[in-house]
């Protein structure tokens, strides 16, 4: 089974969705403003945005006819943070490698 970020970077791994996601950091959308820039039909948008809302990223509320989605910040934080601690994990080993190569210059 999945955990969060795994469903998260899952979301993320497809083009149409982190554009969704990019737009939706600006403010909420409706699903046909979210698929104006997409080839792709309103059921496929539907679909990416399901997908959006299981990963945690998106949540989503209609209103009549209109389904608004907007980003949820905590989760999109979430696999900011992992990935941070990454980054900052080889730029430290990277630092002790400069050292290394600067004190054995061979």
């Known amino acids: 089974m ?4 795994d469903r998260v970077f ?5 083009p149409s969705r982190r ?3 990019e737009r939706l950091t600006r ?3 409706s699903v046909s403003e979210l698929a104006r820039p997409l080839d792709m039909s309103l059921a496929a948008v539907v679909q990416h ?8 990223l998106v ?3 209609k209103v009549g006819r209109v389904r608004t989605c907007s980003i949820e910040p905590r989760t999109l934080r979430t696999a900011e943070q992992w990935i941070t601690k990454r980054r900052t994990s080889w730029e430290r080993r990277l630092d ?4 290394y190569l600067a004190q054995n210059p061979e």
């Not at 899952?10 to 497809?14: E, T, Y």
């Not at 945005?49 to 945690?56: F, H, M, R, Y």
């Open 19 to 21: 554009l969704m996601v």
């Open 96 to 99: 002790r490698l400069g050292d």
């Open 2 to 5: 999945l955990n969060q970020l």
């Open 49 to 56: 945005i399901q997908v959006l809302e299981a990963s945690g």
């Open 27 to 29: 403010g909420p959308a």
């Open 10 to 14: 899952q979301a993320l791994s497809d």
């Open 59 to 61: 949540q989503s509320q």
